[in-house]
Nanobody, 115 residues
């Protein structure tokens, strides 16, 4: 059974940094496409970063230069380093993994950026 568990959210001032984690069990990140998604208050969930096969990284223009995905293969954990955070980065952050026609989600972690 595939499970994803996020951690690392919190309250930070604008310009600050946070590192989110997504730990997987039941499969390996390197085998699939994994994405980070954000759902801002009153808005739809949107994907802003992906890593494919544990190697190829892509970022949305809104976060490019401020966000970096890294992997600890030993711990089967993906990290999201977020710098220069802005109030508009506020939302619930989810990691999601595509396996075949299914998408597996973590429980989400709240990120709040104060101005």
């Amino acid at each position: 059974q595939v499970q994803l568990v996020e951690s690392g959210g919190g309250l930070v001032q604008a310009g600050g940094s946070l590192r989110l984690s997504c730990a997987a069990s039941g499969t390996r990140f390197s085998m699939h496409v994994m994405g980070w998604h954000r759902q801002a208050p009153g808005k739809q969930r949107e994907m802003f970063a992906t890593i494919r096969g544990g190697i190829r990284r892509q970022y949305a223009d809104s976060v490019k230069g401020r966000i970096t995905i890294s992997i600890n293969s030993t711990k089967n954990t993906v990290f999201l380093q977020m710098n220069s955070l802005k109030p508009e980065d506020t939302g619930v952050y989810y990691c999601g993994m595509n396996i075949g026609s299914n998408v597996y989600w973590g429980q989400g972690t709240q990120v709040t950026v104060s101005s």
